[in-house]
């Protein structure tokens, strides 16, 4: 939810998200989603509406005056927050018996990537640090009496807390000795919130942060092994055996199996959000018919990310104020659909990117404010120029690129089928899509292979593991049980840009201009196949030892560089510069009445709208050893 008081807001109600918690988590529990999916957001959600403390660092509230109630105004304020939120509206009896009847504890993570085992220990003793000194800072709003236990657990945390300032003051060479204090700290901080308000909710978010740039550090076998046993200590202090703990959430993006980071939270249950079987699959729900889901694990899993109504009604409520404009609602929908639609979310699909379906409304509400008139070429224009990669431009693709660059050759393959999937499924009808001809599904069973083992296989290109991240990531989504795919048109163009790198170098990525459009056909048309031929055979390194490619294999890749080629917008058809083949729909193994051609590129422009002519290839590799004539 957002402040409602503002008249440039458009409120999307998540708060449904804290019953889905409740009914569906028992004990403790994780969540991984790719970032700027929900996560922080129904997180922050679940601590307003259970904590029991004023939470004024949440509600953008700083005490500075003494003369202020700011426990009612803390209280105020998350009543007004909630008062007609559809948490209330659909579960009354709920909210009653709930809200801010709770202690939690919320703590995180984001931050804590130190670049040296000291700086990590560091790092992590002032994350908890900071919830440490929340919750002692609003103890002068509880009404409730002071315990004598309650003041002998006060003095051990301000004493843990004084130590992290020491702790934080000295080099990280120092720091690395107090290996142990973060799970001291967490369980004095535990034991004075138990002893103040009781069993409390655990809320852990980024938890896989300090975990990624564990599995990712150059640091020696010694400095590992002690972090490694410090996160081991950690997180049994959080989670295993926790007598003080009602209920626990943890939120990150990939699911690190813990039994590569220690034995701590090895009682944790996971949520996947994305299918695991196939019946999860045959039995998804269209989001489209589904405005929200009233409680149960489907609350909570339907609460991250948005669905195709949430996005409507936002179109519909932030473009009131153009005139005629709804006449236009399905073309926006289309364009938004076609850029960021394409995830599973537990037992649902259908789901948008919420960050890049926001940025695209707000790109094209600026823009059409820019406009004189509303006019059919005018919204044209700004629904096209409002599709962009807003969600790929907030993080970075570094460990996916750095993955394809160490494995250069596995896994140019495999992305000339992912992309290539992508455009049939989104070109061709659907009659050739269920053709055997097409490009078979790329397969991996979601658990087979996972982040860790990239790190723990040495050098060995996983297929499974890359495949795993990609789609824990956000990068790839399921197309079946077993299979996956780009989701959409946002991520593609990363797809796309990353194999152009891989197959041309990245020279090509930020100048693609070097192909002139037309010169391959062209050249290929006048009987002079000699540029492409150079263009493969340095792609693929086939001029240095064509000979481990068998024929098909060599034409499978020489077609591949010709569609990445077109990928670029490097070709056009070579009688009419003007008709680019930028947009080019493939078909390989193609039937053609006498036997099978490599490939057949269908030009899509306007002046082949009955897809009656095109350009079709057919490859041979001839090693001079074996010419017979």
């Avoid at 140019?412 to 992508?422: A, D, F, G, I, N």
């Avoid at 002046?607 to 050893?625: H, M, P, Q, S």
Wanted: net charge negative; proline share 3%.
């Amino acid at each position: 939810m957002a402040d409602i008081s503002r008249d440039d807001l458009v409120c999307v109600d998540k708060t449904l998200v804290c019953k889905g918690f409740w009914d569906g988590v028992s004990g403790a529990a994780r969540i991984c989603l790719p970032r700027r999916s929900g996560k922080t957001f129904n997180l922050q959600l679940i601590r307003l509406f259970f904590s029991s403390l004023p939470e004024l660092d949440c509600l953008g509230v700083s005490p500075s005056n003494t003369e202020i109630d700011y426990a009612a105004l803390g209280r105020s304020k998350r009543e007004s927050f909630f008062e007609c939120s559809l948490l209330k509206e659909l579960h009354a009896d709920f909210f009653a018996d709930h809200f801010m009847q709770h202690s939690v504890i919320y703590i995180s993570l984001d931050k804590c990537d130190g670049n040296s085992f000291g700086a990590m220990v560091k790092l992590l003793c002032e994350a908890i640090a900071c919830t440490a000194r929340r919750h002692l800072g609003e103890l002068r709003y509880s009404d409730k009496p002071v315990s004598s236990d309650l003041q002998e657990a006060e003095r051990h945390l301000r004493d843990s807390l004084q130590l992290v300032r020491d702790v934080c003051g000295l080099s990280a060479d120092k720091a690395a000795q107090y290996e142990t204090l973060p799970s001291t700290l967490f369980s004095d901080l535990s034991r004075f919130v138990f002893l103040q308000n009781g069993r409390y909710i655990l809320l852990l978010d980024e938890y896989d942060t300090p975990l990624l740039a564990l599995l990712q550090s150059s640091w020696d076998k010694v400095d590992k092994e002690h972090a490694h046993s410090m996160f081991e200590r950690l997180f049994q202090a959080m989670f295993k055996g926790n007598i003080h703990m009602d209920k626990g959430l943890i939120t990150g993006v990939f699911e690190l199996p813990t039994i590569k980071i220690g034995s701590g939270p090895n009682g944790i249950q996971d949520i996947h959000l994305v299918p695991l079987l196939s019946t999860d699959i045959r039995n998804s729900r269209s989001i489209s018919l589904v405005r929200h889901s009233r409680g149960g694990l489907d609350a909570l899993t339907d609460s991250f990310w948005f669905n195709a109504i949430e996005v409507r009604d936002m179109l519909v409520n932030c473009t009131a104020q153009f005139d005629g404009f709804d006449a236009y609602y399905d073309d926006v929908m289309g364009k938004i659909r076609e850029f960021y639609n394409g995830y599973y979310i537990g037992r649902f699909s259908g789901k948008f990117n919420p960050w890049s379906a926001c940025s695209f409304l707000k790109q094209l509400c600026r823009t059409l404010q820019e406009q004189p008139v509303i006019s059919q070429g005018n919204v044209t224009d700004a629904i096209e120029s409002s599709a962009q990669r807003y969600w790929v431009r907030t993080g970075s693709a570094k460990l996916i690129r750095n993955q394809c660059i160490q494995h250069r050759v596995e896994s140019t393959s495999l992305l000339e089928e992912l992309t290539l999937e992508y455009q049939e499924r989104k070109y061709l009808p659907v009659e050739v899509q269920l053709a055997p001809s097409t490009t078979p599904p790329i397969s991996v069973a979601l658990g087979d292979a996972s982040f860790v083992d990239l790190y723990f296989e040495g050098n060995r290109f996983s297929k499974g593991a890359f495949l795993s991240i990609c789609l824990q990531a956000g990068y790839l989504t399921r197309r079946t049980a077993q299979t996956v795919c780009i989701p959409n048109e946002e991520l593609f163009l990363v797809w796309r840009n990353l194999l152009g790198e891989l197959v041309f170098g990245e020279d090509f990525t930020q100048g693609p201009n070097e192909l002139k459009r037309g010169q391959i056909v062209g050249e290929l048309w006048r009987n002079n196949p000699k540029r492409l031929c150079d263009l493969v055979t340095s792609s693929h390194m086939v001029l240095v030892g064509h000979t481990n490619f068998k024929e098909k294999q060599f034409a499978n890749h020489a077609a591949n560089s010709f569609k990445v080629a077109a990928l670029f917008g490097a070709l056009s058809h070579p009688r009419g510069i003007a008709t680019l083949i930028t947009n080019t729909q493939f078909l390989r193994e193609v039937p053609t009445g006498d036997g099978r051609c490599d490939m057949v590129l269908w030009l899509d422009s306007t002046t082949n709208a009955a897809r009656v002519f095109g350009v079709v290839i057919e490859f041979k590799l001839i090693d001079y050893r074996k010419r017979d004539d």
